[in-house]
């Protein structure tokens, strides 16, 4: 007996045809994969016709961190109004858009599973292509958005509270990894360093605002790894901190939180700059949530001034976690790859495809 085909309709017969986008191209992008419920719309892969943000910061404030489940529980009750703010704002139809683009991964499972449904279900009502989006490919995007002009190849210095990462962009798609952090992220450091000092969550801008009253020479923390290529080591760092607290009670707060930063900031710059010559950068770009960090934002401007090169920062709502930088970066892989199937599911632990080192 033959078997019985039977019509997947998840299935999208378009995936992996490219797409003819271009500057009319309107893409939702939608983001769930950690604690910002976000959609925007995105004209062209540049163009932010509109984009929203919910953050459920204050929902994990008491915990001192994002609590998976909660965070999923929020995005599911925020996404629907979030994405039709970004309708209306946006001033257009719905059947004027022409893909939703999705955060896939890396990420928090049952955060981004509430992404993708939406997007998923969306792209099947509208009848319109699906894009799954790699949240850190998106914060590559970011900078770009702000500036189309930016000239490859750029090296990006991605620091979040998941990734501290050196990234040659020699094109659209085209990364190599040159170096990475092997324990914690920049964003992580800052996090657990605030949390010790109980300055608040989330921690990276308590510590920012704090260090600017202190004296970033106060305390000489060491800097792991700095003559060491270009990985980063985050975690010494931080006991180092606990340690000098122990040792010495009476140390202000706001000379550790600023001794800190800055030790953290002189090391990402200094690969930053190394990394920028050995692969001929035309220039250096952040990306983020840490590259909202005033210091880090003053150092790196300072250095690239002095190297001759561009320094790129983008604003910092463009930083931190958003859609637009998806859409934006659903945009290119509508074009490169065509729509994704809608059988697509999350994955939380993706990885960017990395050319060979
Ligand atoms: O990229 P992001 O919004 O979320 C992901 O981790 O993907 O980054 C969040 C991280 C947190 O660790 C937060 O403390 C840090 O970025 N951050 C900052 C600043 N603003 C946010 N770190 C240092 N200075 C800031 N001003
Ligand atoms: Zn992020």
Redesign the pocket.
Known sequence: MSATMIPNPAADDRAGLAWPADDSTLVLGIET??D?TAAALVMGGHDVVSNVVSTQEDLHAEFGGVVPEVASRAHLAALNPVISRAVVEGGVDEDRIDAVACTVGP?LVGALLVGVSAAKSLALAYDVPFVGVN?MEA?LYAASLEDPTLEFPLVVLL?????TMLVEMQDHGRYRLLGQTIDD????A??KV?RFLDLGY????A??RVAMNGDPDAIPFPRAMKDAGLDFSFSGLKTAVMNYVRKHPDVGDVDVAASF?MAVVDVLVHKARIAAKQVSATGIVLG???A???L?REELLAACGRDGIQGFLPS?EM???NAAMIAAAGWHRLRSDGPTGLDAGAVPNLKLPWLDA
């Open positions: 994969s950690c910002e990420g949240h914060h620091v979040s509270g998941g990734h992220a920049a964003g992580e800052f996090d605030a989330p921690g990276g801008p510590i920012d930063q983020g949530g840490v909202a960090n005033s880090l910092r930083c931190t976690d």
